[in-house]
């Protein structure tokens, strides 16, 4: 297996531009994270699915984000619209459950919002 | 109170020198705690795992747990300069469902 994939890996956008970040996760694995990164609040659990279903959303910042998980090997966490604070590096990690297994990280979306 | 608390370092170490990061967490239920390292521009990876108190050596590695204490440190023997990077505690916490919480990081250089 690859991994889990992300895409892009560098984006940067103007402010009030919609913005979406892809990840494909590990197969098999039933729980799938998103995660953002900055130098202030290091790494933050925005979201996480298990079984494609949104199990926690508490840490989405605001209603200006959203994420999905359409199928199993597919998830996006969009921003609309975007704003320079969104500035960051954004993960999606997998893993087969949610209590002691180890998360695999992609490699991040480094986000600059202009 | 922060969920999960580190020393954000940074932390510099010789060569050769036992490097010892630390962390405290919220939760006195947790029960799954974890350790990664991240390289600059990387994503985390995990580096030891520890559920039990008491010590968990892996190499040059050694994972010690305290849940009395709600401490959890890791240990680098033998420290070299590509152990350089920022070392994250994360702690599996139950807080209205099951969630992994992330320390800020402590940096660590090793000196050559």
């Known amino acids: 297996d690859a991994g889990v994939i992300q895409s892009p890996r560098h984006e940067v956008t103007e402010m009030g531009q919609e913005v979406t970040l892809r990840c494909k996760p590990i197969?098999?694995?039933?729980?799938l994270f998103w995660y953002r990164q900055t130098m202030m609040r290091g790494l933050e659990l925005l979201i996480y699915?298990?079984?494609?279903?949104?199990?926690?959303d508490s840490g989405m910042p605001e209603d200006r984000f959203s994420a999905k998980m359409p199928n199993a090997s597919f998830s996006t966490l969009k921003i609309q619209p975007s704003e320079p604070r969104d500035s960051a590096v954004y993960f999606c990690?997998?893993?087969?459950?949610?209590?002691?297994?180890?998360?695999?990280f992609g490699q991040g979306t480094r986000l600059t919002v202009v | 109170q922060k969920e999960v608390e580190q020393n954000s370092g940074p932390l510099s170490v010789p060569e050769g020198a036992i490097a010892s990061l630390n962390c405290t967490y919220s939760d006195r239920g947790s029960q799954s705690f974890f350790w990664y390292r991240q390289y600059s521009g990387k994503s985390p990876e995990l580096i030891m795992s520890?559920?039990?108190?008491g010590d968990k050596e892996d190499g040059r590695f050694t994972a010690q747990l305290n849940k009395a204490s709600q401490y959890v440190s890791l240990l680098i023997r033998d420290s070299q300069p590509s152990d350089s990077a920022t070392y994250l505690c994360a702690v599996n916490m139950n807080t209205g469902g099951f969630k992994t919480i992330f320390g800020a990081g402590t940096r660590l250089f090793v000196k050559a």
């Open positions: 197969s098999g694995h039933d729980y």
């Open positions: 520890i559920y039990s108190n």
């Open positions: 990690a997998s893993s087969w459950d949610n209590r002691g297994t180890e998360a695999f």
């Open positions: 699915f298990n079984n494609n279903v949104p199990i926690d």
